[in-house]
């Protein structure tokens, strides 16, 4: 692992555990479901590729994105050292390496990624189109880039909205954005979509059925909204 960590703690450093507890849950399990499946469907990985995992946590979904094509090799970046000291126990049997880095300095050169994606980092970042400008310049010409964020639209932002407001001092480091904010962000066309159709304490058998209505409808309200887009 490389790279240089900050002085300050950054503000996941307290969570690794907890993080990966809750994906454990079944309600959790319901989730990586739903949003792996579009984050697999839109960045389409192919076998031998170099991808980067922007703000990778402690990789839940690098390791879903592993199994998605043969021979990957991914490198993984977060700003956190404790949250990407747990990549390592889920991807022994991968090529993976890790960095700890910001995503408005990403310490690679120009066109360096097949493929790069960052799953629900972006809303931590204030200053969005540096961090997007940053992603899309490490990515090869015609390489795809996936970037998931907490949908403004969705009751998930206004939920945490109001408990930022009660003092939740990780929810109140968010800035949330709407389908349309993102794609400004990007000169050209890009594919939006959103997933998690449902409450984080709804029922794990109902959310499936909520989830495939939502999708069925192509509802804008999803937690999870993804963008897509290609370096020209
Ligand atoms: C909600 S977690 C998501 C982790 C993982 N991508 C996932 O979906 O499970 C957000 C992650 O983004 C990282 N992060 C926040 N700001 C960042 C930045 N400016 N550069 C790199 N990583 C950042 C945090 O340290 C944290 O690990």
Redesign the pocket.
């Known amino acids: 692992m490389t790279g240089r960590a900050s002085e300050d703690k950054?503000?996941?450093d307290e969570w690794p555990e907890r993080?990966d507890q809750w994906f454990a849950t079944p309600i959790g399990k319901v989730i990586k479901a739903c949003e792996t499946d579009l984050l697999v469907d839109l960045l389409a990985p192919r076998d031998g590729e170099l991808l980067l995992d922007?703000?990778?946590?402690?990789g839940?979904?690098t390791k879903e994105i592993f199994q998605a094509a043969a021979a990957l090799s991914i490198v993984g970046?977060?700003?956190?050292l404790p949250?990407l000291q747990r990549v390592a126990h889920k991807t022994h049997d991968f090529r993976f390496s890790g960095v700890v880095?910001?995503?408005?300095q990403v310490p690679f050169g120009d066109e360096t990624f097949d493929r790069v994606y960052?799953?629900?980092?972006l809303e931590?970042?204030a200053d969005a189109q540096q961090a997007i400008d940053e992603l899309t310049r490490v990515t090869r010409r015609g390489g795809v880039i996936v970037v998931t964020t907490l949908n403004s639209l969705s009751p998930w932002a206004h939920r945490r909205k109001e408990k930022a407001a009660a003092g939740h001092s990780l929810f109140a480091a968010m800035t949330f954005r709407s389908p349309e904010e993102m794609s400004r962000l990007v000169p050209g066309p890009v594919r939006i979509r959103t997933a998690v159709h449902f409450a984080k304490d709804e029922n794990p058998h109902r959310a499936r059925e909520l989830e495939r209505q939502g999708r069925e409808e192509q509802r804008d309200t999803g937690a999870m909204l993804a963008m897509s887009w290609q370096r020209p």
Do not use: E
């Not at 922007?54 to 402690?58: L, N, S």
């Not at 970046?77 to 956190?80: E, I, T, V, W």
């Not at 880095?101 to 408005?104: E, G, N, R, T």
């Not at 960052?118 to 980092?121: D, L, P, R």
């Open positions: 950054a503000l996941f993080y922007v703000g990778c946590g402690t839940i979904f970046m977060d700003l956190s949250m880095a910001d995503m408005l960052s799953m629900t980092a931590f970042v």
